[in-house]
Nanobody
Framework: QVQLQESGPDLVKPSQTLSLTCTVS??????????WIWIRQPPGKGLEWMGT???????YYNPSLESRTSISRDTSKNQFTLHLTSVTPEDTSVYYC?????????WGQGTLVTVSS
């Protein structure tokens, strides 16, 4: 069974870059037709899709975040990483990584990242 685990800082200062890594076990991020996703949920708000990296390494971003977001991967470590630049307190959220096949069928537990000076 595939498992996903987010890792990274829990506190980031405004204007800095937030980087989070999702480590995948029990399945390869290059397995055909799986897509690897970053989603966030600000306190008291709904889920927001941030971006996706495909099994081939293609990337897709939420247009509202595209100018600040990038997703990369390390296939040797079976990890994919989110970078969000120029963060503000409005980027304070629980950040999740997830896998989509036919549906969103696996999620990490989520990690709270607070943006504050």
């Amino acid at each position: 069974q595939v498992q996903l685990q987010e890792s990274g800082p829990d506190l980031v200062k405004p204007s800095q870059t937030l980087s989070l890594t999702c480590t995948v076990s029990g399945g390869s991020i290059t397995t055909t037709y799986y897509y690897w996703i970053w989603i966030r949920q600000p306190p008291g708000k709904g889920l927001e899709w941030m971006g996706t990296i495909s099994y081939r390494g293609d990337t897709y971003y939420n247009p509202s975040l595209e100018s600040r977001t990038s997703i990369s991967r390390d296939t040797s470590k079976n990890q994919f990483t989110l970078h969000l630049t120029s963060v503000t307190p409005e980027d304070t959220s629980v950040y999740y990584c997830a896998r989509r096949g036919i549906s969103l069928d696996a999620w990490g537990q989520g990690t709270l990242v607070t943006v504050s000076s």
